[in-house]
């Protein structure tokens, strides 16, 4: 590039040489011809200084040519340097640019590496510590949230058991200290979620906090006291995890897959208002307390085959808008299912209503399988509708042969008693 531009610059020189020396040439030439017109006759003196004064003037003319074309290069060479001036800038500060983004890079690679080797640490402070880093660390980066999102789950899959009974005063120094390393690996713990609970909420303080997007996996966690409340999620996994105090997911919003497959709630579960909004399955899950889902849409299909319900299970109001799915289920005690919407095929074959099974003013709009279900106690389908078939085989009202008298897609009006 560097021989283009001598090259261009040597042209250039090279016709700026060839117009001023034809210009002189012509000056010259024009002044030999006029003196040689006028430089004789009556008139002789007076004609030749009328040539040498039109000779001046060409001549002049001629410089001032010349001059106007030293000029202009003059201005192409500076307009030129100052080009390559601008050049050199922008790829100095490009320069720049990249060496501090490769700092920053490298700055927060180590941020990140620090806070999880603090993750790592037998001291509980210092463990807390690598908490609040990751957290600010995924605050700052939103490119980086995923990823400590994971780091955090992965913590909160660790294998942990929460303490035992307060050991007595007089109890070897070893117990005492283990059971004080328990009670702190607890308040960690309870860190871990409240941080990632903090910043899954749209609404919450100015929204500058949420993470959106966010993919969360704690199969197999151990889960203390989890709250989400009007929180916003993708796919979700909680696969064998167990939910130990209280569990509110009041008004969430899974928009990918949610598993929840071979979880157990130890007290109440709270899934009032919550939205799934792809498929989500309850298979094998384990309600030991009351499970409460009013108000819960359901968009995709939804499974909770051989669920064990050892309370009461409540699905008022509750939309099924793809296939709901409870083959094998178990209801201990009361199922109420009053105004709940089934919009496509509800699977029920060999459920157990311990007690109370109600189905007050529900819609069932596709099929609706009760096939082998064993319904014990008060049962009721008072106001409900079923627009497609119906089908009842082998199954028992208190231990007796249940026979619907109709089939038929009319508002059944009657208890079953």
């Not at 002189?24 to 004789?40: E, N, T």
């Not at 058991?161 to 005492?176: C, F, M």
């Amino acid at each position: 590039m560097a021989g283009g531009e001598s090259e261009q610059r040597a042209l250039s020189n090279r016709a700026i040489l060839m117009c001023a020396a034809g210009l002189v040439a012509f000056a010259v030439g024009a002044s030999w011809l006029l003196l040689g017109l006028y430089g004789h006759g009556s008139d002789a003196e007076k004609a030749r200084l009328e040539s040498i004064r039109t000779v001046g003037t060409i001549v002049l003319g001629a410089g001032g040519a010349i001059a106007l074309l030293l000029a202009a290069r003059r201005q192409q060479t500076a307009e030129h340097d100052l080009a390559t001036k601008r050049h050199d800038l922008v790829l100095r500060e490009r320069a720049n640019d990249d060496a501090r983004h490769d700092a920053e890079q490298r700055r927060i690679t180590d941020l990140y590496h620090k806070a999880v080797e603090q993750l790592g640490s037998d001291k509980a402070p210092v463990r807390l510590a690598g908490l609040y880093a990751l957290d600010r660390l995924a605050q700052d980066n939103p490119p980086r949230r995923q990823t400590i999102v994971n780091v955090i789950s992965a913590y909160l899959r660790m294998p942990y058991e929460l303490p035992r009974q307060p050991v007595a005063q007089d109890a070897d120094k070893d117990v005492r200290d283990e059971y004080r390393s328990e009670l702190q690996e607890r308040e960690v713990r309870i860190t871990a979620q409240r941080i990632l609970t903090d910043h899954l909420a749209p609404n919450h303080s100015d929204g500058t906090r949420f993470w959106a997007d966010i993919d969360l996996d704690l199969s197999g966690a151990l889960l203390i006291d989890l709250m989400l409340h009007d929180c916003e999620l993708n796919g979700a996994r909680f696969i064998n995890a167990t939910f130990t105090g209280e569990t509110l997911l009041l008004g969430i919003t899974f928009n990918g897959s949610t598993r929840f497959d071979g979880a157990t709630f130890e007290r109440d579960a709270w899934f009032a208002e919550a939205s799934f909004n792809d498929s989500v399955r309850f298979d094998r899950v384990t309600f030991c307390r009351d499970a409460r889902f009013d108000e819960t849409t359901f968009v995709g299909n939804t499974s909770f085959r051989d669920a064990r319900f050892s309370r009461d299970a409540r699905f008022d109001k509750t939309t099924f808008s793809g296939k709901a799915v409870f083959s094998g289920a178990a209801f201990a005690r009361d199922a109420n299912f009053t105004s709940a919407s089934f919009s496509d095929d509800a699977w029920l074959p060999g459920v157990n209503f311990g007690r109370d099974a109600r189905f007050v003013a529900a819609t069932f709009a596709g099929d609706a399988w009760f096939s082998q279900v064993s319904f014990s106690s008060f049962t009721t389908f008072a106001g409900t509708t079923f627009t497609g078939d119906i089908r009842f085989e082998d199954s028992t009202l208190d231990g007796v042969a249940y026979v619907p008298q109709e089939r038929n897609p009319r508002p059944v009006d009657d208890d079953l008693t």
